[in-house]
């Protein structure tokens, strides 16, 4: 079975300008969360989906939004990068709970570099 | 903000002798869990533990939980070469929250 999917593995911006990050979760899972890991930090929680819905939202500023399809994949955007945003963006998926996270499988992350 | 603070930062110990890390966190919880990650790629999912239990093994790992502490250990037996990693507590909060920790970074030497 695949895993959690992402794309791009690396990407490079210059400040102001904007991303779109890829997550596809595993097949039948309909949760999503996005963490934002700076280097040598813990994962911080950016979003959580489930069924579509934002079900949860971490301690970041509007420039950062999500959206998760009707086939529960999901993106995620950041507008007016700052070079505060050079991080590894992961992705999670969460099988069917009612919406409570149990196991959370990461894909292996999007290394975005804000020059 | 991380709700999770791992003890020790960093940890290394040699093949086969037993390691434990240490995490304290400040709110109430839904569940702790333990992931590990190699060299900055994805994470891993080890063990979760709900509120209402105290201890869980899988393997060669041991979890315990003391809500009224607001902590929980991890121990590795036996540990391995392939277990060096960085190993993190993330604390699911009853507002679908996950806040994870910074880290214990451990090294296992053959």
């Known amino acids: 079975d695949a895993g959690v999917t992402q794309s791009p593995t690396h990407l490079i911006k210059t400040r102001g300008q904007h991303v779109t990050l890829r997550c596809s979760p595993i097949s039948g899972h309909k949760s999503v969360s996005w963490y934002q890991q700076v280097l040598g930090q813990g994962p911080q929680f950016i979003f959580q989906y489930y069924e579509k819905e934002e079900r949860g939202r971490g301690n970041f500023p509007d420039r950062f939004s999500a959206r998760q399809f009707p086939n529960y994949s999901s993106e995620l955007n950041v507008n007016a990068l700052l070079l505060g945003d050079s991080a590894l963006y992961l992705c999670?998926?969460?099988?069917?709970?009612?919406?409570?996270?149990?196991?959370?499988?990461f894909g292996p992350g999007t290394r975005l570099t804000v020059l | 903000s991380q709700q999770g603070e791992e003890d020790p930062q960093a940890l290394s110990i040699q093949e086969g002798e037993n390691a434990t890390m240490n995490c304290s966190y400040k709110t109430s919880i839904n569940n702790l869990q333990w992931y590990r990650q190699n060299s900055g790629r994805g994470l891993v999912h080890l063990i979760l533990?709900?509120?209402?239990?105290r201890e869980k093994h899988s393997g060669r790992l041991r979890v315990t939980l003391d809500t009224s502490k607001k902590s929980s250990s991890l121990l590795i037996t036996a540990s391995r070469a392939a277990d060096t990693a960085s190993y993190f507590c993330a604390t699911e909060r009853y507002n679908n929250d996950m806040r994870f920790g910074a880290g214990t970074r451990l090294t296992v030497k053959p």
């Open positions: 999670a998926s969460s099988p069917p709970s009612g919406g409570s996270y149990n196991e959370q499988f």
């Open positions: 533990i709900r509120s209402n239990e």
